[in-house]
């Protein structure tokens, strides 16, 4: 259903959703900005999406920019913890570099960073969801997953106003707000090309 242009599902039965094929219409580029915290599928269903279309995924992090500047991982994140030009300038140059051609720009931040995105989608779970999926991913106690994810929600949302002024909070100029609970990474992947054919940005085939 349409709430205020957002798109949001819910409900509907996920096995409604099949896949279809679709391309971009010639001469034409497009950007799909996604964004979610941690456990809500952002990586999988970005590189889903990136495949489908054959369009690059953007992913510059932290050790990427550690190779450029001849420094270890572990040196760059060290540095990060009180230094915010780290942050910044991976955060800028995803930006930069999904502004270069089509592409999937997935990260915390895509929705508010690259404001020119053609289709803005937030993925969203519960917190007892994410912590499953991350205990399932990485092992561990559920409880202190649990604390851990919290703490640093707070942690990312103090940073994000800081550095940005966003409200990591705020969605509701989203082209489209998925509870990934309801839905396998195919079915989401299927929903944002639904999504994206019908605003005229791709062509079913």
């Given at each position: 259903m349409d709430s205020g242009g957002i798109s949001i599902?819910?409900?509907?039965?996920?096995?409604?959703?099949?896949?279809?094929e679709y391309k971009i219409p010639d001469g034409h580029e497009l950007r799909i900005a996604i964004s979610g915290k941690?456990?809500?599928?952002?990586?999988?269903?970005?590189?889903?999406?990136?495949?489908?279309?054959?369009?690059k995924l953007i992913n510059f992090t932290f050790r990427q920019l550690a190779q450029e500047k001849g420094l270890t991982l572990a040196q760059v994140i060290e540095n990060a913890k009180t230094d915010d030009s780290y942050d910044i300038a991976v955060d800028t140059r995803q930006v930069e570099l999904a502004r270069a051609e089509s592409c999937i720009l997935g990260s915390r931040l895509a929705i508010w960073m690259l404001k020119e995105a053609d289709l803005k989608v937030y993925l969203g779970a519960s917190d007892d969801v994410r912590a499953k999926r991350i205990l399932n991913r990485e092992g561990g106690n559920l409880d202190e997953i649990k604390a851990f994810t919290e703490m640093r929600d707070r942690e990312d949302s103090r940073r994000y106003k800081k550095l940005y002024d966003i409200d990591n909070n705020?969605?509701?100029f989203v082209d489209l707000?998925?509870?990934?609970a309801q839905y396998t990474p195919d079915q989401i992947a299927e929903i944002i090309l639904e999504k994206a054919a019908d605003k005229g940005l791709?062509?079913?085939l």
């Open positions: 599902f819910i409900s509907a039965n996920p096995q409604e959703v099949s896949m279809s941690s456990g809500c599928g952002n990586t999988t269903v970005s590189t889903l999406l990136s495949k489908i279309l054959g369009i705020d969605i509701s707000n998925i509870d990934t791709l062509e079913k």
